[in-house]
C-alpha cells in the first residue's frame, strides 16, 4: 500500500525508517525463539522494546507531518496517509502484544508500561483484549501507577504556572521600569527642544543688534569722512564762501600775514 503512496520527502523518510525497525522487530522475535536461556531471552527483550519505542516515536512523527502537509494534499491522500499510519499502529500493537506473550513466558507478570497509556490511537478491540489479558492485581498496580504518574503531571504543572507567573511578575516590573525611563527621556528632550528654540531666538536678536551696530558705525564713519573732507577743503581754499565755517574752528588770521608784511617794509 506504501509504494503507491504521494508522500512527501520527510514522509518518506519516516515511513522507510518505521519499516525498517518493524522487520528488525520481526527477525528479533524470529531469534527470540531459538534462545534457550532465560537471561539472553531477557536481554533480547529489552532491545526488541527499544526497537518499539522509537516505532512510536516515529509514528508519531509520521502522523504529526501528515497534519502539516494536510492542507496541501488532496482528500483521497490524506485518507491514504491515515489508513497507513493506523495500519502501523496496528501493526506496532501485535509486535506489543507479542512482547508481552514472552514475558509471561518468562514468568515476568509485572505490567509494563512501555507506551504509558498505549500507541498512539490505537483501537478499541486492541484497549480491550490487552485488558482482558491482565489479571485483576495487574489492573490495580496499573490505575495506581498512572494515578501516581498523573499527579506528578500536575504538580510539574503547577510549577510551570507558579513560574510562567513569576517571570510576568517580573517582566511587568520591567516595563514599568522601562515606562518610567521613557517618560524622563522624552521630557528632558522637551526641555532641550526648548532650550534650543530659546537659543535660536538669542541668537537672531544677537544678530539684530550686531547688524544695528554695524549700521550705526557705518553713519559714524561716513560722518567722520565728511568732517575730515570739509576741513581739507577749508585747509586748501579757506577763501571758499560755500562752505561754512567748522563751529570751533577758526578761520586762519590774515592780518598776522599783514603783520609780518608792514615789518618787512620797516626793516627795508
Known amino acids: 500500500m506504501a509504494s503507491g503512496l504521494q508522500m512527501s520527502p520527510q ?15 520481526s527477525n528479533g522475535f524470529q531469534r527470540l525463539d531459538k534462545i534457550k536461556d532465560s537471561n539472553r531471552q531477557s536481554k533480547q527483550l529489552e532491545e526488541l522494546t527499544g526497537k518499539m ?12 507531518e501528515i497534519k502539516e502537509d494536510e492542507s496541501k494534499n488532496p482528500p483521497e491522500v490524506n485518507k491514504q496517509l491515515n489508513d497507513e499510519k493506523q495500519s502501523m499502529i496496528k501493526e506496532l500493537n ?51 501507577k498512572t494515578m501516581d504518574e498523573t499527579d506528578q503531571a500536575i504538580q510539574r504543572t503547577q510549577k510551570v504556572v507558579e513560574q ?10 520591567t516595563l514599568k521600569g522601562q515606562t518610567e525611563q521613557m517618560g524622563r527621556i522624552v521630557n528632558e528632550l522637551d526641555t532641550i ?8 531666538q538669542l541668537v537672531k536678536e544677537i544678530g539684530r543688534q550686531v547688524a544695528t551696530d554695524k549700521c550705526i558705525m557705518l553713519f559714524l564713519f561716513l560722518i567722520v569722512c565728511g568732517v575730515i573732507a570739509i576741513i581739507v577743503v577749508k585747509i586748501v581754499n579757506p577763501n571758499n564762501k560755500d562752505i561754512r565755517d567748522i563751529p570751533g ?20
Open 11 to 25: 514522509l518518506e523518510q519516516i515511513h522507510g525508517e518505521i519499516r525498517d525497525n518493524f522487520r528488525a522487530l
Open 193 to 200: 527642544n526648548f532650550s534650543i528654540k530659546k537659543a535660536s
Open 53 to 64: 519505542r522509537e516505532c512510536k516515536r516515529l509514528i508519531k512523527d509520521f502522523d504529526r
Open 164 to 173: 510562567t507567573i513569576e517571570v510576568g511578575t517580573q517582566t511587568a516590573v
Open 249 to 268: 574752528l577758526a578761520p586762519p588770521a590774515p592780518a598776522r600775514r599783514l603783520l609780518y608784511l608792514r615789518t618787512t617794509e620797516h626793516f627795508e
Open 94 to 144: 501485535s509486535f506489543v502484544a507479542l512482547r508481552k506473550t514472552y514475558m509471561n513466558s518468562l514468568g515476568n507478570k509485572r505490567v509494563e508500561l512501555f507506551d504509558e497509556g498505549g500507541v498512539s490511537e490505537p483501537t478499541a478491540d486492541d484497549n480491550i483484549q490487552m485488558a482482558s489479558s491482565m489479571t485483576n492485581q495487574e489492573l490495580i498496580d496499573a490505575g495506581k
